[in-house]
């Protein structure tokens, strides 16, 4: 699978937004699904947003609806994930990655590519 790279997280306070960028290091074939993924500690790596680079059809987890926005960029598989009014149960290290076929599920299982994450914290 093509690697990926993120980059964008930082420390916010509860409201606040940050934009994070993922882009492919090398460009090995397009593909057919991208998502962010984040895993806070003690706990499992959960999909947040993830989008058919076909169709443009995008799918989100239920806790982020309405305040994360994932977009496709210019650049060959690349993607952005816009997020707004963020809350302390946001803070986790959020990982992009592809899949050929699990555009619709929030689960690791299917994805890969994965990079080194970025650490985004919010505070209270």
């Known amino acids: 699978p093509v690697q990926l790279m993120e980059s964008g997280g930082g420390s916010v306070q509860a409201g606040g937004s940050l934009r994070l960028s993922c882009g492919a290091t090398?460009?090995?074939?397009?593909?057919?699904?991208l998502g962010w993924f984040r895993q806070a500690p003690g706990k499992e790596r959960e999909g947040v947003a993830t989008?058919?680079?076909?169709?443009?059809?995008?799918y989100y987890n239920d806790g982020v609806k309405g305040r994360f926005t994932i977009s496709q960029g210019d650049a060959r598989n690349s993607v952005y994930l816009d997020m707004t009014d963020l809350r302390p149960e946001d803070s986790a290290i959020y990982y992009c990655?592809?899949?050929?076929?699990?555009?619709?599920?929030?689960?690791?299982?299917?994805?890969?590519?994965w990079g080194q994450g970025t650490q985004v914290n919010v505070s209270s």
């Open positions: 989008v058919a680079t076909g169709s443009g059809q995008k």
């Open positions: 990655a592809e899949s050929s076929f699990a555009c619709h599920t929030l689960t690791a299982a299917g994805w890969g590519g």
């Open positions: 090398v460009y090995t074939g397009h593909r057919n699904c």
